[in-house]
């Protein structure tokens, strides 16, 4: 039996903990054993030493991750329990073993009770993207989890944590396969659609996984129209809003990388009416906005803090009025954010005013969030991040 280090918590602080929330803040914190090391597993106890959690330990705002809110050894058998839990949860989401869809995401962070991990399944391969220390130093154990839930199904785990690791413990980090290799070229499906997969040089893990639901439903929109998706990475939505017989669909992104898998889905798809264009959105949308039925947007998250917020807002706004602007009548405008610091309401307001001053009526179609392998649950609100909205524009 380990014997791990103690975090003593100032009396009050054990209250969000009591309500599961995962995070200890630094300023929670009253005592702390001596010699505790960045993703050390620690004990967590209130002032009155009641037994709080088990958390990983990493000196900054947020000092300790809990991973377990009952006192038990970390061993390879609690990874193997708890991931065991995320996958089960997938398969009882219909993603796990389903003959149209072998990407998804098997574990996102907090709402699966692993704070700091991002676990993205792509047909056999799994790319394991750590944020905090704590995960990153137990990717072995982790590692002989997923071999053990997937048996022969594995063929690969790839720790893609070089970017997302502080600077002064990544220095030096490569990403690198934890077992297995990827020698050929990848292709996923999901909802039946084809993707290739550049998990080692594409954004985040590879793919956005998030959009799979709104992406299917920009399909049912799609017939016969002219589609522009900007933002549009490899082409998530554009290969749906060609499969359900749009009669043009353009993908603009200002990474040629992205626009070249794009044009390679295209291919894999049989997709003989797309264009893509390796330009900025702002720039496409003035000179060339005025084509289209349905514009999609699906900008990277343009705030990443509170306090930059208001930028954000002005810059949603902007994009949001070029589109609503230049779409035909009788179109659908698609638009999301990803900044998990401006909320729903925010988004609708910015959006709404993006309308009122583009002189358009619009009418909303659906209001969109993400899909429920990114788990949102109460005791950790910050886990909503995906905001969409779908408009009708007369
Ligand atoms: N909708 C996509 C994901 C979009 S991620 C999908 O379903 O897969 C955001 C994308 O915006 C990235 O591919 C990034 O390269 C691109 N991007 C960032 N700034 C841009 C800009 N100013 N103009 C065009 N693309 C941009």
Not at 135 to 158: F, P, Q
Not at 234 to 242: E, K, L, Q, V
Request: charged share 20%.
């Amino acid at each position: 039996m380990i014997a791990y280090p103690r975090l003593t918590l100032h009396n009050g602080k054990e209250l969000p903990v009591l309500r599961f929330h995962p995070w200890v803040f630094s300023g929670a914190v009253k005592t702390q054993d001596a010699n505790i090391n960045d993703g050390d597993i620690v004990e967590i106890y209130s002032a009155k030493q009641q037994f709080l959690g088990m958390a990983q330990y990493q000196k900054g705002s947020i000092t300790a991750r809990i991973i377990s809110f009952s006192k038990q050894q970390i061993t390879i058998d609690f990874w193997i329990k708890k991931i065991e839990k995320s996958y089960l949860y997938r398969q009882f989401l219909n993603l796990a073993n389903h003959p149209d869809t072998n990407v998804y995401r098997l574990v996102f962070g907090e709402g699966d009770g692993c704070p700091g991990l991002i676990m993205d399944y792509y047909n056999g391969h799994i790319v394991f993207q750590a944020h905090s220390i704590g995960m990153h130093k137990c990717r072995l154990d982790i590692t002989e989890a997923l071999k053990k839930i997937y048996g022969n199904a594995l063929k690969s785990v790839y720790d893609k944590s070089a970017e997302t690791l502080p600077s002064n413990y990544s220095s030096g980090l490569k990403n690198e396969f934890l077992f297995g290799s990827c020698d050929s070229d990848l292709v996923v499906v999901e909802n039946g659609v084809k993707f290739y997969i550049d998990f080692i040089n594409g954004q985040k893990t590879g793919f956005f996984i998030d959009q799979r639901e709104n992406r299917a439903l920009l399909g049912t929109y799609s017939k016969g129209k002219r589609v522009l998706n900007t933002f549009s990475y490899t082409g998530g939505f554009s290969m749906y809003a060609a499969k359900h017989g749009c009669s043009q669909i353009d993908s603009v992104d200002a990474s040629a990388k992205a626009i070249d898998l794009c044009q390679q889905n295209a291919v894999l798809n049989s997709v003989s009416n797309h264009q893509g264009f390796a330009v900025d959105t702002f720039d496409y949308l003035k000179d060339y906005g005025k084509n289209y039925d349905i514009i999609i947007l699906d900008p990277p998250a343009f705030a990443k803090s509170r306090d930059v917020s208001h930028n954000a807002v002005i810059g949603y706004k902007r994009l949001n009025q070029m589109a609503l602007q230049n779409i035909k009548k009788g179109g659908i405008l698609f638009t999301f954010s990803c900044s998990g610091v401006i909320d729903k309401k925010l988004f609708y307001n910015t959006v709404t005013a993006a309308a009122i001053e583009s002189r358009r009526h619009i009418k909303l179609l659906h209001t969109l969030s993400q899909p429920a392998d990114h788990i949102i649950t109460p005791n950790f609100p910050e886990g909503e991040y995906l905001k969409g909205l779908a408009f009708y524009v007369e």
